[in-house]
């Protein structure tokens, strides 16, 4: 059974391991730096649909067929699955999933949605109550723009800071003791708003949200940075990764082993995505793809993953709300 250690540390002891896991993108990312580890790379971001939200549905569909696929799995064989995205009410996930015929949990936890599901994930087999359970999310560049920003038709000047919505998606299935990846430990992040109000620059929104996670995290588990082959999180980007790295080392931690999923799936410079990728699927192709397959391949043996997300929403934007942000961790390895 998990038990709490220090401030935020949930420790698992249950063997809870990632047995399969899938990542399917849209054209852009398929162009980019990571594009061989991908599982499935769509030339067509719309899929055949009429709607961009209709073709992100089809984008967790895939990701999750595909993990199933590799896994030998069929859909009567998952307990529950739990799924998120970043639009309204989710219907990314709802619509998409809803033929599975799997019990349903959906989450919001903005761009942390991927760690997020699969802490859940790994939670319900390590409290016993699933046998075997599916986490998976996605965002796709064009919904996202049309519900947080502009119409893609006005086509708005982008600063600098801006960072570019991955289009894709990514779900992972975990048991007990099958497969060789481990959840180890994960911690449940808390709300954190330095009052930030520009959505053009999210990384740094959420940047002190990452490091409020992975400090009180390194704290409670009595560790630090160089314990770890790798800390990652989900969607700094460039910018918001620098203030990271930035504010560790204001309290003299050294984060040189840390890496963004934002600043890897996209070539920054020839692929003109400013400050980076973002959105769920910007963790959840990057995580379930070559993460999660270094892992298998022994180059990456221990390491923390931690997912941000910026829970602000239309209407808070628009009323002149701050950007309140969240990050949640999940410390995996090979055993």
């Not at 420790?11 to 398929?30: H, M, T, Y």
């Not at 919001?108 to 760690?115: D, L, P, R």
């Not at 003791?177 to 740094?204: E, S």
């Not at 390194?218 to 203030?243: A, M, R, V």
Request: hydrophobic share 40%; charged share 20%.
């Amino acid at each position: 059974m998990a038990k709490r250690q220090g401030e935020t540390a949930i420790i698992l002891e249950n063997d809870v391991r990632i047995v399969s896991f899938a990542a399917v993108v849209g054209p852009k990312e398929a162009e980019g730096p990571l594009s061989r580890y991908f599982d499935k790379k769509e030339s067509d971001e719309m899929l055949g649909e009429k709607s961009f939200e209709k073709a992100e549905s089809k984008f967790q569909q895939k990701a999750v067929d595909e993990a199933f696929k590799k896994g030998g799995f069929k859909r009567q064989d998952m307990d529950v699955i739990f799924a998120g995205d970043l639009l309204n009410q989710c219907i990314g996930s709802s619509y998409g999933l809803r033929d599975f015929d799997i019990p349903f949990v959906g989450l919001y936890g903005a761009c942390s949605t991927m760690v997020l599901s699969l802490v859940s994930a790994a939670l319900s087999i390590e409290g016993g109550w699933a046998k075997r359970a599916v986490a998976v999310t996605s965002s796709h560049f064009c919904s996202s723009e049309r519900q947080f920003r502009f119409p893609l038709e006005y086509g708005g000047q982008r600063p600098p800071t801006a960072q570019w919505t991955v289009t894709g998606a990514g779900a992972a299935v975990v048991q007990e003791k099958v497969g060789k990846i481990k959840v180890k430990a994960a911690a449940i992040g808390k709300i954190v708003d330095f009052g930030i109000t520009d959505m053009g620059n999210m990384g740094a929104a959420m940047a002190p949200a990452a490091w409020d996670t992975i400090s009180a995290f390194l704290k409670s588990t009595n560790t630090q940075p160089s314990d770890y082959d790798l800390i990652l999180t989900g969607d700094l980007g460039f910018t918001g990764s620098e203030l990271l790295v930035q504010i560790a080392k204001k309290d003299n931690v050294d984060l040189s082993n840390h890496n963004d999923c934002g600043m890897m799936i996209f070539d920054r410079e020839g692929q003109d995505v400013h400050s980076g990728g973002s959105g769920c699927g910007c963790c959840g192709s990057v995580l379930c793809s070559y993460v999660l397959q270094q892992m298998e391949q022994g180059n990456l043996k221990n390491i923390l993953v931690c997912a941000t997300g910026a829970l602000m929403s239309t209407t808070s934007t628009q009323q002149g709300e701050s950007i309140p942000s969240i990050a949640h961790l999940v410390h995996l390895s090979v055993e």
